[in-house]
């Protein structure tokens, strides 16, 4: 399904790329003149279907890039006649009249009743020899886009008219990926033609090779009309393109894992934090990432408001925007609630929860109920081929961030004086404090880093969630998942468990589906918490007994 | 012999507490039906399902107090044991639509007409019966926190890993019966009741019943819940929260006292979901949310954990609260019930009883720091070394049920 959108759309700009080989296929550049141009078009309005054959070889013989529309909107029955003057051009209907436009400059040439204006008839048979003159063009073209896609098309198609042209170009072609499509196209033709045994053999053993999903149909849709002899090729080739891509199919499972794994992570992360490090049951840690989406459209906007050609960047400065502030909401919240409460943990957790329900009936009091609209840049946007596999580049930031936030928290937490005083208090509180840790500024700070971590979640999941108040609902029981699972205070832990979760959530739903798989690793986690109540990676010693 | 156990177990806040129960059940009939419209003690209609929907939110309230309050569990899944038996209720109550649906099935319920069943569900068999389901009622919410409390309290999960995994509990719950095909409705749950016990479920002397037997459901889980806290096994309870591994060395087996707590409980919320679903009219797996279980811990703390009058009188206020506020003001709402959270926890960590008690100055002993206690208390476990998981194997065994076995 991937493949054919790619394939239409492809099919929707070829003519454009199109003009872009003309320029270069001039052949016969004498003909490539205004003038001269403009007659051939205009004796396409003339005489009967073999004169109208004529034309279009003679236009097809100009190579001027104009044509091929030209060509193209006379397939689809859109060219006219002016009766007044014999003059072709384009014409919409609009309204009552027909608009019209000049065939080869596009100018407006204002409009006219249907009576003053003739449609230009062609048949089958005149349908069959405009589509092979475009092909010849662009699978001959220079182009490298322009032969892909026009390969491609003709695999779309397979069409036996097209073989002769087909071998022409495969001769001439020199781009490997071009050429393998070529062959592809060309073996299925084959197939479809009276070609002798040897010939099909060869092209389904050609069919085979590439291996993917497409091939596979094309030899799953030939097998019913494919001579006895050859059955029991195609049949193997079949279920050997199947054993390959249940191979792919693995590679996408963890490629897909591995993305979501990226988005748990970087959930889980901030919770990682409070609650692994301090000790905090953090229920408000989704309404964090809820904030941090909405710094994200906050940022935007006035981001278009102030520079909108920095627009495409917005992201670069939403993600310190939203560490920053809900970094302070967070502070805030540590300093009026959580620092009553250490040490009852339970008790946290409620008051947590109601600080969660009032951001979260703040934020919808503020900015509405309704989805807010972050634009994706264009460098985040569409998707890449991997194999088989296609890819969105969003997901792949995505992955590139959670990596990012893990390898900068890590550093925070080992490498700098504040990291060391976090470790030191959630080791033993009390000796800190007697070393002269100033325990509940780092208790402030650690939350504070926490929340923004947090935030800076937001931003991503903004890319790929819907930007609601209710945003942080649907991650939060995930983000505790992954905590406990990979064991509280401990960074790695949090990898590893989100890492887990992830990609074996991507492995059951093609056998569960999407809500099965999801039940099934709940009742996993609740099965693995009895088998180790404190995670994959428990800290050991004194210090979490206190 | 009865009476005196009953005077036994009850302190004297419990008797009247089951005095007034007993005084709404017979009240709140009398002014909806007896008393004549117009007259200023009668009670409307619409008012008498809603007044029943609080007691049995206050039975879900005292059943999770008896886990929390007394035990030190704090269960974020709760609410899953309310909606298992309101689902079993909701089933006996589908079946006995017979062919009067929509599609006028006689044997398929609409939504499985709806959803190309072809026949009944092997796991619905029973349930024309009022007996079976009854007992289902009871069976389902006790079996499911039976496996459930066997495996996390033997594994000692404690603290805040058990309160996540019941949270995953009826999260996973509620994914489940979200499905179409686990053949309980799907979305919509169980709607459109007609009977129970061969009584139209709409008609005004139903609901009053109703309410009277929610009132008498929740005198009878008072009284219930006061023998339990009141008895030795109580005060094991208690002896569990406040000092779980003091508990074990001095030889106690803490594990089946939480068990014993857990599956009473969970028995207690399934009853009040089944008397919640013919008032409500439906039954939809939205009761299973994690923000539903989170709500009833709330009223538990707002009235007092660790009491038998607190957690009713808790839920009834919130939820009348609540009533007003979405009427009202629905916009300040989540406001309210947020800052209620967060002030409980803060200011009133023994809740409106434990604030009574201290303003009469009887609360100085008998409920010293109790919530402090309880947290200190679930706070002290044992060695996160992996050996420890395995360590309850190793203790004697000294009796298969799940109660302890007090020495006589």
């Known amino acids: 399904m991937q493949c054919d959108r790619r394939l239409n759309e492809q099919m929707a700009s070829r003519f454009f790329r199109l003009i872009a080989f003309l320029i270069a296929f001039a052949v016969q550049p004498a003909y490539a003149q205004m003038g001269d141009v403009a007659a051939m078009v205009d004796a396409l309005g003339q005489g009967g279907f073999p004169d109208r054959e004529k034309a279009i070889a003679a236009l097809v013989a100009t190579g001027d890039l104009r044509v091929p529309p030209i060509l193209e909107a006379l397939s689809d029955g859109t060219l006219y006649v002016r009766k007044s003057d014999s003059k072709v051009i384009l014409s919409v209907k609009s309204g009552g009249d027909f608009a019209l436009t000049d065939p080869l400059d596009g100018s407006s040439m204002g409009s006219l009743p249907s009576a003053e204006i003739e449609k230009i008839k062609v048949n089958n048979g005149l349908r069959t020899k405009i589509r092979t003159a475009i092909g010849t063009m662009t699978l001959l073209s220079p182009d490298r886009d322009i032969r892909m896609s026009a390969a491609e098309s003709i695999l779309k198609n397979a069409d036996p008219s097209m073989l002769e042209l087909l071998d022409k170009a495969l001769a001439a072609e020199t781009d490997p990926q071009i050429k393998t499509t070529m062959e592809l196209a060309r073996a299925v033709i084959v197939l479809k033609t009276d070609a002798p045994i040897d010939a099909k053999r060869a092209a389904v053993d050609t069919i085979v090779s590439h291996g993917n999903r497409a091939a596979q149909t094309v030899l799953v849709n030939t097998l019913p009309s494919a001579p006895e002899d050859l059955k029991p090729l195609i049949q193997s080739g079949i279920s050997s393109i199947g054993n390959s891509l249940a191979l792919w199919d693995v590679v996408q499972n963890l490629l897909y894992g591995l993305s979501l794994s990226s988005v748990l992570l970087l959930a889980a992360i901030g919770l990682a934090i409070t609650f692994g490090v301090m000790g905090v049951i953090n229920m408000a840690h989704g309404e964090m990432v809820m904030l941090g989406a909405y710094t994200t459209y906050v940022v935007q906007n006035v981001m278009q408001q102030l520079a909108p050609g920095l627009m495409e960047y917005s992201l670069v400065f939403a993600v310190p925007a939203a560490f920053l502030f809900t970094g302070l909401v967070g502070v805030g919240i540590e300093r009026s609630v959580i620092r009553w409460l250490y040490g009852r943990p339970l008790e946290t957790l409620l008051a947590t929860w109601g600080i969660s329900l009032i951001l979260q009936q703040a934020v919808r009091s503020v900015f509405g109920p309704t989805n807010k609209l972050v634009t994706p840049p264009a460098w985040m946007s569409g998707t890449f081929d991997v194999g088989n596999i296609s890819f969105t580049w969003n997901r792949l930031w995505i992955i590139v961030f959670a990596i990012a936030v893990f390898a900068a928290l890590q550093i925070i937490l080992k490498r700098t004086s504040l990291g060391l005083q976090m470790r030191a208090v959630t080791a033993n509180r009390r000796m800190a404090s007697s070393m002269g840790i100033r325990t509940p500024f780092v208790d402030a700070m650690t939350f504070g880093l926490g929340s923004g971590i947090a935030g800076m979640a937001g931003v991503a999941l903004s890319q790929i969630d819907n930007v609601s108040p209710n945003l942080g609902q649907g991650y939060i029981i995930d983000s505790f998942m992954v905590v406990v699972f990979g064991g509280v205070g401990n960074l790695w832990g949090t990898l590893v468990g989100a890492v887990t979760l992830g990609v074996a959530n991507k492995f059951l739903e093609p056998y569960a589906g999407a809500v099965l798989a999801k039940i099934a690793i709940l009742v996993l986690i609740i099965l693995f918490i009895q088998r180790r109540p404190r995670g994959l990676f428990a800290l050991k010693g004194r210090a979490i007994e206190a | ?408």
């Open chain 2, 1 to 408: 012999m009865i009476t005196h156990m009953l005077l036994r177990a009850l302190d004297k806040r419990a008797i009247w507490l089951v005095l007034a129960l007993a005084f709404v059940a017979i009240a709140v009939p009398v002014c909806n039906l007896v008393i004549p419209e117009g007259n200023f003690l009668h009670l409307p209609n619409y008012a008498v399902p809603l007044l029943g929907k609080y007691l049995n939110y206050a039975m879900l309230a005292l059943a999770l107090d008896l886990v929390w309050g007394y035990c030190g569990i704090l269960s974020l899944g709760h609410a899953a044991f309310f909606a298992l038996g309101a689902y079993a209720m909701g089933m006996y109550l589908m079946r006995q639509i017979g062919a009067r649906g929509v599609y006028a099935n006689p044997v398929l319920p609409d939504f499985m007409v709806f959803l190309n069943y072809k026949e009944l569900p092997w796991f619905w068999y029973g349930f024309d019966h009022w007996w079976f389901a009854f007992l289902m009622v009871m069976v389902v919410p006790g079996l499911l926190a039976f496996c459930f409390g066997i495996l996390a309290f033997r594994s000692r999960v404690t603290g805040v890993y058990l309160s996540i995994i019941t949270q995953a509990m009826t999260y996973a719950l509620l994914l489940a019966f979200f499905r179409n095909d686990l053949g309980f409705g799907g979305n919509n749950g169980l709607t459109d009741f007609k009977d129970i016990l061969g009584f139209n479920v709409q008609a005004a002397s139903t609901r009053a019943a109703l309410f009277a037997a929610s009132a008498m459901a929740l005198a009878l889980a008072v009284i219930i819940c006061s023998a339990i806290v009141n008895s030795k096994l109580g005060k094991i309870m208690v002896a569990t929260r406040d000092a779980e591994s003091r508990t074990r060395f001095i030889g106690w087996r803490p594990e089946n006292v939480k068990l014993f707590a857990f599956v009473v409980s969970a028995v207690l919320a399934g009853i009040a979901g089944a008397l919640y679903v013919p008032q409500v009219g439906i039954i939809n797996p939205g009761e299973f949310d994690p923000g539903n279980s989170i709500e009833a811990v709330i009223w538990v703390a707002v009235g007092g954990r660790g009491t038998i009058v607190g957690p009713i009188i808790g839920a009834i206020l919130v939820n009348v609260g609540k009533s007003y506020f979405t009427g009202a003001l629905p916009e300040l709402w989540l406001f309210a019930l947020g800052a209620l959270f967060v002030a409980v926890t803060l200011f009133l960590p023994k809740g409106i009883v434990g604030l009574w008690n201290q303003w009469r100055g009887s609360g100085g002993k008998s409920e010293r720091e109790v919530s402090a206690e309880a947290e200190k208390g679930t706070e002290v476990e044992e060695p996160a070394l992996p050996a420890a998981s395995t360590g309850s194997t190793e203790w004697p065994k000294t009796g298969s049920g799940p109660e302890p076995q007090p020495a006589q």
